[in-house]
């Protein structure tokens, strides 16, 4: 049976191959929707990049919502830095033609999550926290018929890539994360402590443009565009697929190796607001609430990642 999900994204090139992964995987995965947050870039780009990943995959029927358009309590930052003015840039993309839903993206959590039977769907966030942590607030009961969240976010030992001490997608809601990290549902956290293992290089970029498909070859392009940034940053030899990790995870959990710990997200301290403190070494007696990832192979996640994209 493919797991049902709901993907929450704030497309973002790495979140579009999350998506496609996903969408090329029926017989592992079940889209029950996307929903937009903003994040990366506003929420009236993040909408808009979902629906045209969903085009491209092939899949017009996936259905798009749109949901919350700025952090619980504080301002939205975005990342046009690292993913460019449209979240997307890179190759020229037409406009969407599928519609965007018209129902609210919470609303449509909500009422899956009590529409499912309990513990079969997992909500996979991509992006900041603020729908989920929405959804939770607006109604309680939907928190114990999650099935599990795996999602993209947080740092340990990688520290933070927005500010010295937070990863980004924690950064932009932190009120909203530490309301889903205090919730009690099973989580798996994919931090840049994997991501930043999940490297791609000339080899592995090369691989999705000879797929010789449209989705091949946007993957390469955007590959190419965010690549730019982060080795200038880190100094790497690729860039890391930072939310595909999640997706892969659902399909093979083997992939990756993590430690049930403790994780809690700092509020109070502009220094270190935002950052995941993740209890790696059992130091506190705070009971663990995440299985939080160290490590991931990324030859196996790479030739997953090009099998999947080449059927699109």
């Known amino acids: 049976m493919p797991r049902k999900i709901i993907i929450d994204t704030d497309p973002g090139q790495d979140d579009a191959v999350a998506i496609l992964l996903a969408l090329a995987s029926p017989e592992d995965i079940d889209v029950l929707g996307i929903c937009a947050v903003a994040g990366n870039v506003p929420l009236a780009l993040t909408e808009r990049n979902a629906r ?12 798009v919502f ?37 129902q609210h993206g ?37 928190i114990d018929r999650i099935q599990q969240i795996v999602l993209m976010g947080g740092a340990y030992f990688e520290v933070g890539n927005i500010t010295p001490a937070a990863e980004f997608n924690i950064y932009v809601d932190p ?57 200038q940053k880190y ?22 190796e993590g430690r049930h710990v403790n994780v809690e997200i700092e509020t109070q301290s502009e220094l270190t607001m935002g950052m995941t403190v993740a209890d790696w070494w059992g130091v506190t007696n705070r009971p663990a609430n995440a299985l939080f990832m160290g490590s991931v192979d990324a030859e196996r996640f790479f030739a997953l990642l090009t099998d999947r994209i080449g059927r699109l």
């Not at 994360?177 to 989580?187: E, R, T, W």
């Not at 000339?202 to 091949?216: Q, S």
């Not at 690729?238 to 659902?250: E, F, K, Q, T």
């Open 66 to 102: 749109a949901g919350c358009e700025k952090p619980i309590s504080r301002n939205l930052v975005t990342a046009e830095h690292v993913h460019g003015k449209t979240g997307l840039d890179g190759p020229q993309l037409a406009d969407p033609t599928m519609p965007l839903q018209e």
């Open 235 to 256: 100094g790497s030899e690729g860039a890391p697929l930072h939310d595909p990790c999640v997706i892969a995870y659902l399909i093979d959990p083997s992939l990756f």
């Open 106 to 142: 919470v609303d449509f959590i909500i009422e899956t999550l009590r529409r499912e039977p309990a513990h079969t769907v997992t909500l996979c966030p991509l992006g900041p926290l603020t729908n989920i942590a929405t959804a939770m607030q607006r109604a309680p009961d939907i």
């Open 52 to 63: 045209i990943i969903c085009e491209l995959s092939g899949h017009r029927e996936t259905r």
């Open 175 to 231: 009120q909203a994360a530490d309301i889903v990290f205090k919730s009690g549902v099973p989580l798996v956290v994919m931090p840049l402590d994997v991501t930043h293992k999940a490297l791609t290089n000339r080899k592995r970029v090369e691989a999705f443009r000879a797929l010789g498909t449209e989705p091949g070859r946007m993957v390469a392009e955007w590959t190419d565009f965010f690549e730019r940034f982060d080795m």
